[in-house]
């Protein structure tokens, strides 16, 4: 016997009975009658009858009376001994002591327990005003409606072996300086947050003084809305709360009825700043109107949503399927139409059907196969430590699958979708003989098979450059150096040097050197390949000698870093062989800071401006 508790005061007694009411008619009058003594004196008000169900009972002895085949004296029937029980209560007392009985097969009662079902809790309400203005407010209360169910307990650590024994967790840090490791004392350690590359310390005392604290405890509405314009695939959030006015205020019940009245004529919403508690950061949520048919209006409310802001957004920009000459070739001719309309009807699940698959698809009798899986795998664990988890459930995941009935009744519809929507594969295109400009014909034995110039195209092609660029720009440099030093000759390739070290000046000193710092160091580490490949190193090695010291002038303390750690030096002589440095200059032009002449801007350094950018990227 267990028992519903209503804030510590037992509401009501239940009793589960585990009984087919079958028996002899004699045997089970006497058995009945002192079932209901015992059931009236412990004050039971529900019975949970598994054994027989009564609905299907009381079928089966209509079917059996109209064929005549009934017993005629020798047993009672399910549904005559639970009027029998009835009737006996209410001769030991006029009071209605037992409420109702639910009755379920051993078959529906064994396939509830190959379930776990998940604790229930108990709903809390927020109590608040909707405020629609500063002299309008209406009492109203919040309950959770649907919530996402996660676990409520987190994996811990255990001894292998004896899990009864416990442990601690002791966190340590330390700091490496060289080859010494040193341990950093707890009083010393602070939270910070990364902003790109430095660390911001944040003390306890700047947390305390961030939080919000002008918000408060509220619900206050911002506007309507059309419910058209707010769309479902701007809900957020994990779930979905339920607003409604309070049971014994009459005032506010009326308000809300008339609120929600009103909108749902209207189908609007209202658009609101929710507010948990005083300490709680402000949401935004709608408000959409909720009428419960069933009740016979006896619950008339709202369904709060949570609404996304703007850094919440992902927008993505797709091509229309739709559009100018390809509208003809994609659109969908009657029979395509004809064919997918077919599959939705044969697909589609009604409640008014008598197959039971809408039962079987509503979310009530669907449970989340991943906890039931753990649930199940944890008791198996608990009772055999040393065996193998068994497999899943096949239960579980036939929750999630379509049924073999619709299947078979939908297989004629799905085939006939996949004729009229015939998938082709498409070959890789090859390259073709007319890809050179100047009408070279190249070899038809492959890529290997080309000539010097198409190799050059094709490279160009793969990786995405493009030949018909004239100067390097500042959006993209690296590119663009590379497309004009390409099968460039030497003339070419240093005007593309000039341009280069002209961009990396613009980059970093007519705007901020430390946000392209990136961009600035990618076309210095291309320029030195280039120079490398060409032996021609001249030109790089004055250059960087110059911007090394510009840097250091200006106080580029990141950028020398990003440049240091990336080993971007001066080309030695193993590397060209006219360069003049050494090995040991190279590295030595990374270690050292003093530089003996600083060489300034040159005054005639052009500025990019945005004009000039945009032309850049769209011209």
Known sequence: MSHFSCRKRFAKRRVILFSNLHGTLNASSSQISAFAKTIHACGINMIQLIGVDL??????????LKSSKAS?????????AISELFASLEALSDDKVLESVES???????????????????????????ELGETLKVPVVIYARVKESKLKQTWKKSVIGDSTKEFKDVISYFVQDGLVRQEVPKEEIGDAYRYG???????????????FTGTGKCLKVVGFALASKVKPHLYVGDDVKIVTAPMLDDSAQTAVSALAHALHEEKMVIICKYGYNKSSSPKLV??????CERANGAFEGFYMHFLPFEDDLRLYTFAPLLDGKAKDTYQPNDEELAAVGDLIDQLTV???????????LNPKNVRNPYLQRLFNSLQYRAVHPNDSLP????????????????????EAARDKVKKVFELKKIEKPKFKKNLIADGTEPSTEGVDGLTDQMETLVTANVLGIDNTVSKVGTVSPVEDFTALTTGADDHTFEKAIQMAINVAKDLIYSFDGQVYADKVLRLISVMRERSVERNSPTTFNQYLKTFKAEVLENKLDIVWSKLVERKITLIQQEEAKTSSVTKAEAREFLTTTKVEKIITQQNGSKKVDDDDMIDEMFG
């Open 391 to 410: 497999e899943l459930d096949p239960n579980v995941l036939s929750q999630m699958t379509m049924p073999a009935e619709l299947a078979i009744r939908s």
């Open 72 to 80: 005629k004296g020798k047993s009672v029937s399910p549904t005559a």
């Open 350 to 360: 009604s409640k008014d059907d008598d197959d039971g698959y809408f039962d079987q």
């Open 104 to 130: 379920y097969s051993f078959r529906d009662a064994m396939s509830y327990a190959n379930y776990f079902a998940s604790r229930q809790v108990r709903p809390t309400p927020w109590n608040g005003c909707l």
């Open 286 to 291: 709608s408000l959409s109107p909720h009428l």
């Open 55 to 64: 609905e299907e009972a009381k079928q089966s002895e209509l079917i059996q």
């Open 197 to 211: 590359t430095t660390l911001v310390p944040y003390s306890a005392e700047d947390k305390a003084e961030m939080k």
